[in-house]
Protein backbone atom coordinates (compact mmCIF):
# COMPACT_ATOMS: atom_id res chain seq x y z
CA UNK A 1 0.00 0.00 0.00
CA UNK A 2 1.67 4.03 -1.35
CA UNK A 3 1.91 5.67 1.67
CA UNK A 4 0.39 8.37 -0.64
CA UNK A 5 -2.66 7.34 0.73
CA UNK A 6 -1.35 7.77 4.71
CA UNK A 7 -2.85 11.82 5.77
CA UNK A 8 -0.35 14.36 5.90
CA UNK A 9 -0.28 18.09 7.89
CA UNK A 10 0.54 20.86 5.26
CA UNK A 11 0.87 24.33 7.48
CA UNK A 12 -2.51 24.05 9.40
CA UNK A 13 -4.26 22.15 7.67
CA UNK A 14 -4.86 17.83 7.47
CA UNK A 15 -4.83 16.58 3.86
CA UNK A 16 -6.46 13.68 3.45
CA UNK A 17 -3.78 11.93 1.38
CA UNK A 18 -0.74 13.19 -0.13
CA UNK A 19 -1.71 13.24 -3.98
CA UNK A 20 -2.09 16.59 -5.32
CA UNK A 21 -4.11 18.29 -8.18
CA UNK A 22 -1.21 21.00 -9.77
CA UNK A 23 -2.07 23.95 -11.59
CA UNK A 24 -3.33 23.91 -14.47
CA UNK A 25 -4.79 27.06 -17.05
CA UNK A 26 -8.47 26.04 -18.11
CA UNK A 27 -9.22 29.73 -19.51
CA UNK A 28 -12.79 28.93 -19.27
CA UNK A 29 -13.28 32.07 -16.44
CA UNK A 30 -15.46 35.52 -17.86
CA UNK A 31 -14.02 37.93 -20.02
CA UNK A 32 -13.31 40.05 -17.39
CA UNK A 33 -11.39 37.01 -15.53
CA UNK A 34 -14.59 35.78 -12.73
CA UNK A 35 -14.72 31.87 -11.91
CA UNK A 36 -17.91 30.55 -12.78
CA UNK A 37 -20.08 27.72 -11.39
CA UNK A 38 -18.93 25.69 -13.98
CA UNK A 39 -15.20 25.93 -12.80
CA UNK A 40 -16.63 25.41 -8.87
CA UNK A 41 -18.11 22.05 -10.21
CA UNK A 42 -14.82 21.27 -12.54
CA UNK A 43 -12.73 21.74 -8.87
CA UNK A 44 -15.46 20.40 -6.26
CA UNK A 45 -15.58 17.12 -8.56
CA UNK A 46 -11.69 16.58 -7.89
CA UNK A 47 -11.89 17.54 -4.28
CA UNK A 48 -11.11 14.17 -3.00
CA UNK A 49 -7.35 14.42 -4.31
CA UNK A 50 -5.74 15.54 -0.88
CA UNK A 51 -5.04 19.09 -2.01
CA UNK A 52 -6.13 21.18 -5.19
CA UNK A 53 -4.05 23.49 -6.63
CA UNK A 54 -5.48 25.88 -9.11
CA UNK A 55 -5.30 27.55 -12.09
CA UNK A 56 -2.73 29.77 -12.94
CA UNK A 57 -4.87 32.91 -11.81
CA UNK A 58 -3.52 36.79 -12.30
CA UNK A 59 -2.84 39.10 -9.53
CA UNK A 60 -3.42 42.11 -11.57
CA UNK A 61 -4.02 43.13 -15.00
CA UNK A 62 -0.16 43.31 -16.21
CA UNK A 63 -0.20 39.72 -14.76
CA UNK A 64 -2.37 38.19 -17.17
CA UNK A 65 -0.95 36.69 -20.95
CA UNK A 66 -3.74 34.26 -21.69
CA UNK A 67 -7.23 34.64 -22.90
CA UNK A 68 -10.00 33.60 -20.58
CA UNK A 69 -7.96 33.28 -17.33
CA UNK A 70 -9.17 34.17 -14.23
CA UNK A 71 -7.84 37.25 -11.76
CA UNK A 72 -8.12 37.35 -7.92
CA UNK A 73 -7.98 41.59 -7.48
CA UNK A 74 -11.29 42.57 -7.85
CA UNK A 75 -14.54 42.15 -5.58
CA UNK A 76 -15.97 40.39 -8.76
CA UNK A 77 -12.98 37.75 -8.75
CA UNK A 78 -13.49 37.05 -5.13
CA UNK A 79 -17.12 36.36 -5.29
CA UNK A 80 -16.21 34.09 -8.50
CA UNK A 81 -13.40 32.24 -6.12
CA UNK A 82 -16.05 31.97 -3.25
CA UNK A 83 -18.59 30.02 -5.27
CA UNK A 84 -15.04 27.54 -6.10
CA UNK A 85 -13.91 27.52 -2.45
CA UNK A 86 -17.63 26.98 -1.06
CA UNK A 87 -17.85 24.46 -3.96
CA UNK A 88 -14.72 22.47 -2.85
CA UNK A 89 -14.88 22.89 0.78
CA UNK A 90 -18.83 21.23 0.59
CA UNK A 91 -17.16 18.38 -1.31
CA UNK A 92 -14.32 17.84 1.32
CA UNK A 93 -11.56 19.46 -0.61
CA UNK A 94 -9.11 22.09 0.08
CA UNK A 95 -7.97 24.61 -2.32
CA UNK A 96 -4.71 26.92 -2.83
CA UNK A 97 -5.08 29.36 -5.48
CA UNK A 98 -2.03 29.89 -7.98
CA UNK A 99 -0.86 33.32 -8.20
CA UNK A 100 0.44 33.68 -11.61
CA UNK A 101 2.10 36.85 -12.95
CA UNK A 102 2.98 36.08 -16.50
CA UNK A 103 5.68 38.85 -17.00
CA UNK A 104 6.90 38.78 -20.12
CA UNK A 105 4.82 35.81 -21.39
CA UNK A 106 1.74 38.09 -22.89
CA UNK A 107 0.44 39.82 -25.32
CA UNK A 108 -1.35 43.15 -25.66
CA UNK A 109 -3.84 41.74 -27.03
CA UNK A 110 -4.66 39.53 -24.56
CA UNK A 111 -4.98 41.86 -21.33
CA UNK A 112 -7.58 44.03 -20.15
CA UNK A 113 -5.46 47.03 -20.57
CA UNK A 114 -3.58 46.09 -23.98
CA UNK A 115 -0.05 47.95 -22.39
CA UNK A 116 3.15 46.39 -23.32
CA UNK A 117 4.27 43.26 -21.33
CA UNK A 118 6.12 44.24 -18.18
CA UNK A 119 9.62 42.17 -17.75
CA UNK A 120 13.03 42.49 -15.60
CA UNK A 121 14.79 43.62 -18.38
CA UNK A 122 13.42 43.93 -21.97
CA UNK A 123 14.23 40.59 -23.74
CA UNK A 124 11.39 39.23 -26.26
CA UNK A 125 11.37 35.88 -25.38
CA UNK A 126 11.06 33.11 -28.65
CA UNK A 127 7.84 32.69 -28.15
CA UNK A 128 4.19 32.63 -29.24
CA UNK A 129 1.57 33.74 -27.99
CA UNK A 130 -2.48 32.53 -28.67
CA UNK A 131 -4.94 35.11 -29.20
CA UNK A 132 -8.63 35.92 -30.39
CA UNK A 133 -6.63 36.67 -33.99
CA UNK A 134 -4.57 32.98 -33.91
CA UNK A 135 -0.91 32.73 -33.02
CA UNK A 136 1.52 35.66 -32.94
CA UNK A 137 5.14 36.64 -32.02
CA UNK A 138 5.50 37.73 -28.02
CA UNK A 139 6.53 41.08 -28.47
CA UNK A 140 9.18 43.26 -26.62
CA UNK A 141 8.24 43.65 -22.80
CA UNK A 142 9.51 46.59 -21.25
CA UNK A 143 11.62 46.78 -18.25
CA UNK A 144 10.10 47.32 -14.59
CA UNK A 145 11.77 49.94 -12.80
CA UNK A 146 12.22 49.43 -9.08
CA UNK A 147 9.28 51.64 -7.66
CA UNK A 148 7.26 49.20 -10.00
CA UNK A 149 8.93 46.36 -8.40
CA UNK A 150 7.13 47.43 -5.49
CA UNK A 151 3.89 47.91 -6.90
CA UNK A 152 4.36 44.23 -8.13
CA UNK A 153 5.10 42.66 -4.96
CA UNK A 154 2.03 44.76 -3.24
CA UNK A 155 -0.36 43.17 -6.12
CA UNK A 156 1.18 39.79 -5.18
CA UNK A 157 0.12 40.98 -1.64
CA UNK A 158 -3.39 42.42 -2.27
CA UNK A 159 -3.91 39.09 -4.39
CA UNK A 160 -3.50 36.33 -1.56
CA UNK A 161 -5.34 38.51 0.93
CA UNK A 162 -8.57 38.52 -2.10
CA UNK A 163 -8.16 34.67 -2.39
CA UNK A 164 -8.42 34.40 1.57
CA UNK A 165 -10.76 37.03 1.52
CA UNK A 166 -13.05 34.50 -1.37
CA UNK A 167 -12.53 31.10 1.41
CA UNK A 168 -9.60 29.82 -0.41
CA UNK A 169 -7.01 27.61 2.38
CA UNK A 170 -3.69 29.08 0.55
CA UNK A 171 -2.31 30.21 -2.45
CA UNK A 172 0.72 28.89 -4.65
CA UNK A 173 3.08 31.93 -5.88
CA UNK A 174 3.85 31.14 -9.47
CA UNK A 175 7.41 31.06 -9.75
CA UNK A 176 7.97 28.10 -12.19
CA UNK A 177 7.56 27.76 -16.19
CA UNK A 178 9.06 30.71 -17.42
CA UNK A 179 6.85 33.45 -15.73
CA UNK A 180 7.74 36.47 -13.85
CA UNK A 181 9.13 35.23 -10.87
CA UNK A 182 11.47 32.98 -13.40
CA UNK A 183 12.31 35.78 -15.51
CA UNK A 184 14.34 37.41 -12.54
CA UNK A 185 15.83 34.19 -11.64
CA UNK A 186 16.86 33.72 -15.28
CA UNK A 187 20.36 35.16 -16.68
CA UNK A 188 18.67 35.39 -20.47
CA UNK A 189 15.66 37.04 -19.24
CA UNK A 190 17.51 39.28 -15.90
CA UNK A 191 20.19 41.67 -17.83
CA UNK A 192 19.66 44.13 -14.83
CA UNK A 193 22.13 45.87 -13.00
CA UNK A 194 20.66 47.10 -10.36
CA UNK A 195 20.21 45.30 -6.56
CA UNK A 196 17.71 42.53 -9.00
CA UNK A 197 19.89 41.33 -11.37
CA UNK A 198 23.54 39.92 -11.53
CA UNK A 199 24.08 37.78 -9.26
CA UNK A 200 22.14 34.68 -8.06
CA UNK A 201 21.01 36.36 -4.98
CA UNK A 202 20.05 39.32 -6.30
CA UNK A 203 17.90 37.73 -9.42
CA UNK A 204 16.19 35.44 -6.29
CA UNK A 205 15.56 38.56 -4.57
CA UNK A 206 12.21 39.41 -6.39
CA UNK A 207 10.54 36.21 -5.68
CA UNK A 208 11.62 36.45 -1.57
CA UNK A 209 10.26 39.73 -1.64
CA UNK A 210 7.06 38.08 -3.08
CA UNK A 211 7.22 35.33 -0.97
CA UNK A 212 7.88 37.32 1.97
CA UNK A 213 4.94 39.72 1.30
CA UNK A 214 2.50 36.94 0.71
CA UNK A 215 3.44 35.29 3.85
CA UNK A 216 3.41 38.08 5.97
CA UNK A 217 -0.42 38.78 4.53
CA UNK A 218 -1.94 35.59 5.06
CA UNK A 219 0.47 33.55 6.67
CA UNK A 220 3.94 31.71 6.01
CA UNK A 221 1.55 28.84 7.02
CA UNK A 222 -1.44 29.25 3.97
CA UNK A 223 1.79 30.30 0.94
CA UNK A 224 3.34 27.50 -1.48
CA UNK A 225 5.88 28.28 -3.66
CA UNK A 226 6.21 26.55 -7.24
CA UNK A 227 9.72 26.45 -9.49
CA UNK A 228 11.22 24.37 -11.84
CA UNK A 229 14.70 24.61 -11.88
CA UNK A 230 16.20 24.03 -15.47
CA UNK A 231 13.08 24.48 -17.39
CA UNK A 232 13.23 26.22 -20.64
CA UNK A 233 9.49 27.23 -21.20
CA UNK A 234 8.94 30.69 -23.05
CA UNK A 235 12.27 31.42 -24.02
CA UNK A 236 13.48 30.71 -20.41
CA UNK A 237 17.61 29.61 -20.30
CA UNK A 238 18.58 29.77 -16.53
CA UNK A 239 22.24 29.05 -17.44
CA UNK A 240 23.26 28.29 -13.82
CA UNK A 241 20.26 26.42 -12.09
CA UNK A 242 22.09 25.11 -9.18
CA UNK A 243 23.33 28.40 -8.09
CA UNK A 244 19.82 29.98 -8.45
CA UNK A 245 18.18 28.06 -6.55
CA UNK A 246 20.99 27.03 -3.92
CA UNK A 247 20.86 31.19 -3.53
CA UNK A 248 16.66 30.90 -3.92
CA UNK A 249 15.43 28.30 -1.78
CA UNK A 250 17.30 28.86 1.33
CA UNK A 251 15.79 32.24 1.91
CA UNK A 252 12.35 30.38 1.26
CA UNK A 253 13.24 27.92 3.48
CA UNK A 254 13.72 30.43 6.15
CA UNK A 255 10.25 31.87 6.04
CA UNK A 256 8.71 28.60 6.62
CA UNK A 257 6.10 28.56 4.61
CA UNK A 258 3.65 25.63 3.65
CA UNK A 259 5.08 23.64 0.91
CA UNK A 260 7.65 24.03 -1.72
CA UNK A 261 6.40 22.27 -5.44
CA UNK A 262 9.04 21.49 -7.50
CA UNK A 263 8.42 20.32 -11.17
CA UNK A 264 10.92 17.88 -11.49
CA UNK A 265 12.19 17.04 -14.74
CA UNK A 266 15.75 16.05 -15.58
CA UNK A 267 18.34 14.15 -13.19
CA UNK A 268 17.39 14.31 -9.27
CA UNK A 269 20.80 16.10 -8.05
CA UNK A 270 19.24 19.40 -7.33
CA UNK A 271 15.93 18.26 -5.57
CA UNK A 272 18.56 15.67 -3.39
CA UNK A 273 20.08 18.57 -1.98
CA UNK A 274 16.97 20.36 -1.47
CA UNK A 275 14.99 17.97 0.28
CA UNK A 276 17.07 17.87 3.73
CA UNK A 277 16.98 21.69 3.43
CA UNK A 278 13.71 22.22 3.35
CA UNK A 279 11.91 22.39 6.65
CA UNK A 280 8.09 21.93 5.50
CA UNK A 281 6.27 20.23 2.92
CA UNK A 282 7.38 19.11 -0.42
CA UNK A 283 5.06 18.58 -3.23
CA UNK A 284 6.97 17.50 -6.53
CA UNK A 285 4.94 17.00 -9.93
CA UNK A 286 6.84 14.61 -12.58
CA UNK A 287 5.95 15.58 -16.09
CA UNK A 288 4.84 12.60 -17.57
CA UNK A 289 5.14 10.14 -14.81
CA UNK A 290 3.09 7.03 -15.43
CA UNK A 291 0.23 5.81 -13.58
CA UNK A 292 1.86 3.36 -11.54
CA UNK A 293 4.96 5.41 -10.54
CA UNK A 294 2.97 8.45 -9.16
CA UNK A 295 3.43 7.30 -5.30
CA UNK A 296 7.12 6.64 -5.97
CA UNK A 297 8.69 9.88 -4.63
CA UNK A 298 6.76 10.15 -1.50
CA UNK A 299 7.25 6.12 -1.06
CA UNK A 300 10.91 6.75 -0.98
CA UNK A 301 11.01 9.62 1.11
CA UNK A 302 12.13 12.04 -1.36
CA UNK A 303 8.78 14.07 -1.28
CA UNK A 304 5.82 14.37 1.05
CA UNK A 305 3.12 14.94 -1.50
CA UNK A 306 3.33 14.11 -4.72
CA UNK A 307 1.03 16.77 -7.65
CA UNK A 308 0.02 15.66 -10.88
CA UNK A 309 -1.95 17.47 -13.61
CA UNK A 310 -3.11 15.63 -17.09
CA UNK A 311 -4.27 12.77 -14.56
CA UNK A 312 -6.26 14.78 -12.63
CA UNK A 313 -7.95 16.64 -15.64
CA UNK A 314 -9.14 13.79 -17.18
CA UNK A 315 -10.40 11.80 -13.97
CA UNK A 316 -12.01 13.69 -11.36
CA UNK A 317 -12.04 10.24 -9.63
CA UNK A 318 -8.54 9.93 -9.93
CA UNK A 319 -7.90 8.78 -6.15
CA UNK A 320 -10.31 5.80 -6.30
CA UNK A 321 -8.90 5.29 -9.59
CA UNK A 322 -5.63 4.20 -8.45
CA UNK A 323 -6.69 3.11 -4.81
CA UNK A 324 -8.85 0.34 -7.42
CA UNK A 325 -6.51 -0.14 -9.96
CA UNK A 326 -9.36 1.10 -12.29
CA UNK A 327 -8.83 1.93 -15.84
CA UNK A 328 -8.48 5.49 -16.42
CA UNK A 329 -9.83 7.87 -18.88
CA UNK A 330 -7.77 9.14 -21.51
CA UNK A 331 -7.14 13.29 -20.97
CA UNK A 332 -8.09 14.78 -24.45
CA UNK A 333 -6.20 18.04 -25.37
CA UNK A 334 -7.78 18.91 -27.44
CA UNK A 335 -10.45 20.86 -24.48
CA UNK A 336 -7.38 21.62 -22.02
CA UNK A 337 -7.32 25.48 -22.98
CA UNK A 338 -10.96 26.84 -23.69
CA UNK A 339 -14.66 25.95 -24.38
CA UNK A 340 -17.32 25.10 -22.07
CA UNK A 341 -18.55 21.55 -19.77
CA UNK A 342 -16.97 19.35 -23.08
CA UNK A 343 -13.62 17.76 -21.81
CA UNK A 344 -13.87 20.26 -18.55
CA UNK A 345 -16.76 18.58 -16.40
CA UNK A 346 -17.99 15.74 -18.63
CA UNK A 347 -15.02 13.60 -17.86
CA UNK A 348 -17.05 10.21 -16.49
CA UNK A 349 -16.68 8.57 -13.09
CA UNK A 350 -16.18 4.65 -12.06
CA UNK A 351 -19.64 3.26 -11.80
C1 LIG B 1 -3.73 22.02 -19.48
C2 LIG B 1 -2.54 22.36 -18.63
C3 LIG B 1 -2.44 23.62 -18.05
C4 LIG B 1 -1.37 23.94 -17.21
N1 LIG B 1 -1.35 25.16 -16.57
C5 LIG B 1 -0.45 25.39 -15.58
C6 LIG B 1 -0.56 26.54 -14.74
O1 LIG B 1 -1.48 27.36 -14.86
N2 LIG B 1 0.38 26.69 -13.78
C7 LIG B 1 1.41 25.80 -13.59
O2 LIG B 1 2.24 25.99 -12.70
N3 LIG B 1 1.54 24.70 -14.37
C8 LIG B 1 0.61 24.46 -15.33
N4 LIG B 1 0.67 23.29 -16.05
C9 LIG B 1 1.76 22.32 -15.78
C10 LIG B 1 1.28 21.23 -14.82
O3 LIG B 1 1.00 21.74 -13.53
C11 LIG B 1 2.31 20.10 -14.68
O4 LIG B 1 3.51 20.59 -14.14
C12 LIG B 1 2.61 19.41 -16.01
O5 LIG B 1 1.43 19.20 -16.76
C13 LIG B 1 3.29 18.05 -15.82
O6 LIG B 1 2.50 17.19 -15.01
P1 LIG B 1 1.62 15.96 -15.57
O7 LIG B 1 2.57 15.08 -16.34
O8 LIG B 1 1.04 15.33 -14.37
O9 LIG B 1 0.58 16.54 -16.49
C14 LIG B 1 -0.36 22.98 -16.94
C15 LIG B 1 -0.46 21.71 -17.56
C16 LIG B 1 -1.53 21.39 -18.36
C17 LIG B 1 -1.62 20.00 -18.96
Redo the contacts with the bound molecule.
Keep these: MSRLWEPVSLGKLELSNRLAM ?5 DRATPSGAPTELNARYYAQRASMGLI ?1 S ?2 TQPSEDGQGYLL ?1 PGVYTEEHQAGWKLVADAVHAAGGRLFI ?1 L ?1 HVGRASHPDNTPHHRQAVAPSAVRPEAKMFTAKGLQDIPEPRALDEAEIAQTVADFRKAARTAIAAGADGV ?1 I ?1 G ?2 GYLVQQFLAGNSNRRTDRYGGSAENRARFGVEVASAVAEEIGADRTGL ?1 I ?1 PGATLNGIAEGDTEAIYQAFVPELARLQLAYLHV ?1 QAGDDALLRWIRPRWPTRLIV ?5 PREKVGMDVDEGLADVA ?7 ANPDLVKRLQTEAKLNE ?1 DRTT ?2 GGGEHGYTDYPTLG
Design positions: APMTRIEGTQMEHANRSVNRPGRSVASLSLPFF
